[in-house]
T-cell receptor, first 113, second 113 residues
Framework: AQTVTQSQPEMSVQEAETVTLSCTYD???????LFWYKQPPSRQMILVIR??????QNATENRFSVNFQKAAKSFSLKISDSQLGDAAMYFC??????????FGGGTRLMVKP | EPEVTQTPSHQVTQMGQEVILRCVPI?????FYWYRQILGQKVEFLVS????????KSEIFDDQFSVERPDGSNFTLKIRSTKLEDSAMYFC???????????FGPGTRLLVL
């Protein structure tokens, strides 16, 4: 079974600074997809970014980018120019090209003004 | 990206009662999913539903649970005899194809007393 691990229960960043959230996963598959979801206090799950394992290029979405290391099974999220609205729980998730998403335990990000 | 709507947003029920949670896709997608998140814990996959059939389910999805799409539009999760431990946030998600990005609804907060 696939597992997803987020080793940082909490992270803190100063507004306008950069922060990196870590995620590692365990799989024997070669074709899969990785995601970061944001969960603000409203508890809605909002897609932040997606990475296909067959792509070597790291995905970027505005201030959000990933560092995908396939051999190391690592998928970190970098948030640049952090804003107060970025404060939330962030979940890393894995999809083995099938139906289910497997989520990590989450990282709570606090943004200090 | 259009998402899904979920009703009700909150539900309080007595232990042993049946509850039905509803998910209404905005666009005509074929793949639907239910996840749950117990307070303070990770998001867990329950079941995926494609072409009016269950395509995958987790160990959590036992005989107490059922899903259907009775009118070809609403996608429902029924919990037959609720237990205290069923208290959680229940999310519906949809995708255009398997392994595509899953977009989540706002969730239904279920409290079993």
């Amino acid at each position: 079974a696939q597992t997803v691990t987020q080793s940082q229960p909490e992270m803190s960043v100063q507004e306008a600074e950069t922060v990196t959230l870590s995620c590692t996963y365990d799989t024997s598959e070669s074709d899969y997809y990785l995601f970061w979801y944001k969960q603000p206090p409203s508890r809605q799950m909002i897609l932040v970014i997606r990475q296909e394992a067959y792509k070597q290029q790291n995905a970027t979405e505005n201030r959000f980018s990933v560092n995908f290391q396939k051999a190391a099974k690592s998928f970190s999220l970098k948030i640049s120019d952090s804003q107060l609205g970025d404060a939330a729980m962030y979940f890393c998730a894995y999809n083995n090209a099938g139906n289910m998403l497997t989520f990590g335990g989450g990282t709570r990000l606090m943004v200090k003004p | 990206e259009p998402e899904v709507t979920q009703t009700p947003s909150h539900q309080v029920t007595q232990m042993g009662q049946e509850v039905i949670l509803r998910c209404v896709p905005i666009s005509n997608h074929l793949y639907f999913y239910w996840y749950r998140q117990i307070l303070g814990q990770k998001v867990e996959f329950l079941v995926s539903f494609y072409n009016n059939e269950i395509s995958e389910k987790s160990e959590i999805f036992d005989d107490q649970f059922s899903v259907e799409r009775p009118d070809g539009s609403n996608f429902t999760l029924k919990i037959r005899s609720t237990k205290l431990e069923d208290s959680a946030m229940y999310f519906c998600a949809r995708s255009g194809r398997a392994a595509e990005t899953q977009y989540f609804g706002p969730g239904t907060r279920l409290l079993v007393l």
